[in-house]
């Protein structure tokens, strides 16, 4: 399977653990974006990446919430001291270049749960 | 700030009539628009995106998006519905980074 894959693809964790998410993109694809959803809404924007480099963060995202992604090619996002509100579905996408009309493919997302 | 809206929650549609779900738009400059779609438990699938010049774009599924610069929309359509064409719905634009509307329903009756 050569789309982008997410690990793991749910998570349970008790309210104040510390979770780490990982993304791997479609190959060569060098942008790589992260977005939560909850249920019945839309996709919200956390943060993307053009290689190595964070180029945008939302400020919807506390200082809980860190990504990386340090060769360019897999990225992690790290919730620190997990909340209730946390409980979500992340979802990991990645496109080829930064062209405006490029479409980004998507992972399966992992589903967060935190009792 | 770019933004995309979806009116309509959820829209019903009886198997094999024409469907429409609808997106309007709000950006500075040209307009890079997308849909996505979404089945339960499942990440999103690209559908089709607008290409400049194209009042009319093709893509998966028999899917097609029609672009109306004057009303600002660019709406989803399908001359036939199936059962299977039942999930969610999303508008996007470009912003560099992709921001979604809330989505549409889709419930396609037997």
């Known amino acids: 399977d050569t789309g982008v894959s997410q690990n793991p693809r749910h998570k349970i964790t008790k309210r104040g653990q510390n979770v780490t998410f990982r993304c791997d993109p479609i190959s060569e694809h060098n942008r790589l974006y992260w977005y939560r959803q909850t249920l019945g809404q839309g996709p919200e924007f956390l943060t993307y990446?053009?290689?190595?480099?964070?180029?945008?963060k939302s400020r919807l995202l506390s200082d809980r919430f860190s990504a990386e992604r340090p060769k360019g090619s897999f990225s992690t996002l790290e919730i620190q001291r997990t909340e209730q509100g946390d409980s979500a579905m992340y979802l990991c996408a990645s496109s080829l270049g930064g062209g405006m009309n490029t479409e980004a493919f998507f992972g399966q997302g992992t589903r967060l749960t935190v009792v | 700030a770019q933004s995309v809206a979806q009116p309509e929650d959820q829209v019903n549609v009886a198997e094999g009539n024409p469907l429409t779900v609808k997106c309007t738009y709000s950006?500075?400059?040209?307009?890079?628009l997308f849909w996505y779609v979404q089945y339960p438990n499942r990440g999103l699938q690209f559908l089709l995106k607008y290409i400049t010049g194209d009042n009319l774009v093709k893509g998966s599924y028999g899917f097609e998006a029609e672009f109306n610069k004057s009303q600002t929309s660019f709406h989803l359509k399908k001359p036939s519905a199936l059962v299977s064409d039942s999930a969610l719905y999303f508008c996007?634009?470009?912003?560099?980074?992709?921001?979604f509307g809330k989505g549409t329903r889709l419930h396609i009756l037997p």
């Open positions: 996007a634009v470009r912003d560099p980074k992709i921001i």
């Open positions: 950006v500075s400059g040209n307009p890079y």
């Open positions: 990446f053009q290689n190595e480099a964070q180029l945008e």
